[in-house]
């Protein structure tokens, strides 16, 4: 065994016992969670499918309102990735820790439903989801399903039944605030648990990213997998640097054997 497989080992296991000893478990993800879904990073740059557009001007309220079809076009390649996506296995492992009772609450910052579709359970969407989508004119929320395949297959614009304006999806854009009952919610479990799992996101959205600094503020106990280095690293009582799909899977036998 090489040293930094021991490493990994040992991260693993002293990760493992802070989970088993949390009674408010919260897990916070981001993009990184996603990718092995086939899903890019529509923030960053030069991620191919969206180089034609520059995601901070269309993806805004200004373009929505302005040109909502121009938003729409840019959506297009993003929202048929995301209804064909299947949940992998970091986000299958972290179900898993939801159904033993290990973690209470999973704040995402992802758009595309996959924890819902790997069966987790209480799930803060703090940046919406393409799931549901709201009448700019009448406010009225409607399912996506009926609206989004139509718009793909045969690209017809979505607009509401009762009023005819046009239908925003239910994800949040740039300039715009955030689902506010929900992001207090994300914020009580920020400061009330007593471990975070922080987990395929970079940390630099905000206000996101500063949840786990809440964590730190009350000593909890904080761990942190991620590909790239965070902000919040020095901080953790537990690094994995590396994976989601490969670490979160390991992690979880690893809790559940104990
Ligand atoms: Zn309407």
């Given at each position: 065994?090489?040293?930094?497989?021991?490493?990994?080992?040992?991260?693993?296991?002293?990760?493992?016992?802070?989970?088993r000893a949390a009674q408010?478990?919260?897990?916070?993800?981001?993009?990184?969670?996603?990718?092995?879904?086939?899903?890019?990073?529509?923030?960053?740059?030069?991620?191919?499918?969206?180089?034609?557009?520059?995601?901070?001007?269309?993806?805004?309220?200004?373009?929505?309102?302005?040109?909502?079809?121009?938003?729409?076009?840019?959506?297009?390649?993003?929202?048929?990735?995301?209804?064909?996506?299947?949940?992998?296995?970091?986000?299958?492992?972290l179900a898993e820790l939801?159904?033993?009772?290990?973690?209470?609450?999973?704040?995402?910052?992802?758009?595309?439903?996959?924890?819902?579709?790997?069966?987790?359970?209480?799930?803060?969407?703090?940046?919406?989801?393409?799931?549901?989508?709201?009448?700019?004119?009448?406010?009225?929320?409607?399912?996506?399903?009926?609206?989004?395949?139509?718009?793909?297959?045969?690209?017809?614009?979505?607009?509401?039944?009762?009023?005819?304006?046009?239908?925003?999806?239910?994800?949040?854009?740039?300039?715009?605030?955030?689902?506010?009952?929900?992001?207090?919610?994300?914020?009580?479990?920020?400061?009330?648990?007593?471990?975070?799992?922080?987990?395929?996101?970079?940390?630099?959205?905000?206000?996101?990213?500063?949840?786990?600094?809440?964590?730190?503020?009350?000593?909890?106990?904080?761990?942190?997998?991620?590909?790239?280095?965070?902000?919040?690293?020095?901080?953790?009582?537990?690094?994995?640097?590396?994976?989601?799909?490969?670490i979160l899977p390991l992690?979880?036998?690893?809790?559940?054997?104990?």
């Amino acid at each position: 065994m090489t040293l930094s497989a021991s490493n990994i080992q040992e991260s693993t296991q002293k990760a493992a016992s802070l989970i088993r000893a949390a009674q408010r478990g919260v897990v916070l993800t981001g993009a990184g969670l996603s990718t092995h879904s086939g899903i890019p990073d529509f923030r960053s740059q030069g991620s191919g499918l969206w180089t034609k557009f520059l995601p901070m001007e269309v993806a805004s309220l200004t373009t929505f309102r302005r040109q909502p079809e121009l938003f729409y076009d840019w959506l297009r390649p993003l929202a048929s990735h995301m209804l064909s996506a299947q949940p992998n296995p970091a986000h299958l492992a972290l179900a898993e820790l939801e159904r033993a009772g290990f973690i209470k609450t999973i704040i995402t910052q992802n758009i595309d439903g996959l924890h819902h579709r790997a069966g987790s359970q209480n799930i803060l969407e703090v940046h919406g989801s393409l799931n549901s989508m709201t009448c700019i004119g009448c406010y009225r929320q409607v399912s996506s399903e009926d609206y989004i395949q139509p718009y793909l297959e045969l690209g017809r614009y979505p607009h509401c039944q009762a009023c005819g304006k046009i239908l925003k999806p239910d994800i949040i854009l740039f300039e715009e605030q955030l689902p506010i009952k929900t992001w207090l919610k994300a914020e009580q479990a920020s400061k009330s648990c007593d471990l975070m799992l922080v987990a395929g996101t970079s940390l630099e959205v905000m206000p996101s990213a500063r949840l786990p600094m809440h964590v730190v503020e009350n000593q909890a106990s904080l761990i942190v997998v991620n590909k790239t280095l965070t902000y919040i690293d020095e901080r953790a009582h537990v690094l994995l640097y590396g994976d989601v799909a490969e670490i979160l899977p390991l992690l979880t036998s690893e809790v559940l054997r104990g």
